[in-house]
Nanobody
Framework: QVQLVESGGGLVQAGGSLRLSCAAS????????MGWFRQTPGKEREFVAA????????FYADSVKGRFTISRDNAKNTMYLQMNSLRTEDTAVYYC?????????????????WGQGTQVTVSS
C-alpha cells in the first residue's frame, strides 16, 4: 500500500527558507502526480503546489508563486517543496498527497493518499 511521510517542517524566521520532503513507499512512484496542501485550524485544506508524474509540469497557488518550488526525484521516491521568502501567513500544517492519475490537480478530492503532515511555523 502507499504510504507518504513528510519531513522538514519546523520554526523559521520570516524571510527565511525551508525545504519539505515527502518520502513515498510503494511501486510506480513516477506514474502518479503529487501535490502539497496546507491547513490551519478552522480553515479548509488549501492547495499549494502540484507536480505531474514525470515532473515535466508544475502548478502553484497564486499565494506561493515565485517563492515555492515543487520538485520530485523519482529515483528516490521523494517529492520536495522548497519554500523561500517565507511569510507568517505560510504558517500551517503541510501535507503531501498522491493522485491516482499522472496529471496535476488542485482539488483535495482529486488525491487518494495523504501523509500525516508536518508543521511549518514562520515567526515575525
Amino acid at each position: 500500500q502507499v504510504q507518504l511521510v513528510e519531513s522538514g517542517g519546523g520554526l523559521v524566521q520570516a524571510g527565511g527558507s525551508l525545504r519539505l520532503s515527502c518520502a513515498a513507499s510503494g511501486r510506480t512512484f513516477s506514474n502518479y502526480a503529487m501535490g502539497w496542501f496546507r491547513q490551519t485550524p478552522g480553515k479548509e485544506r488549501e492547495f499549494v503546489a502540484a507536480i505531474s508524474g514525470s515532473g515535466d509540469r508544475t502548478f502553484y497557488a497564486d499565494s506561493v508563486k515565485g517563492r515555492f518550488t515543487i520538485s520530485r526525484d523519482n529515483a528516490k521516491n521523494t517529492m520536495y517543496l522548497q519554500m523561500n521568502s517565507l511569510r507568517t501567513e505560510d504558517t500551517a500544517v503541510y501535507y503531501c498527497a498522491r493522485r491516482l492519475f499522472g496529471t496535476v490537480a488542485v482539488g483535495s478530492l482529486e488525491y487518494k493518499y495523504w501523509g500525516q503532515g508536518t508543521q511549518v511555523t514562520v515567526s515575525s
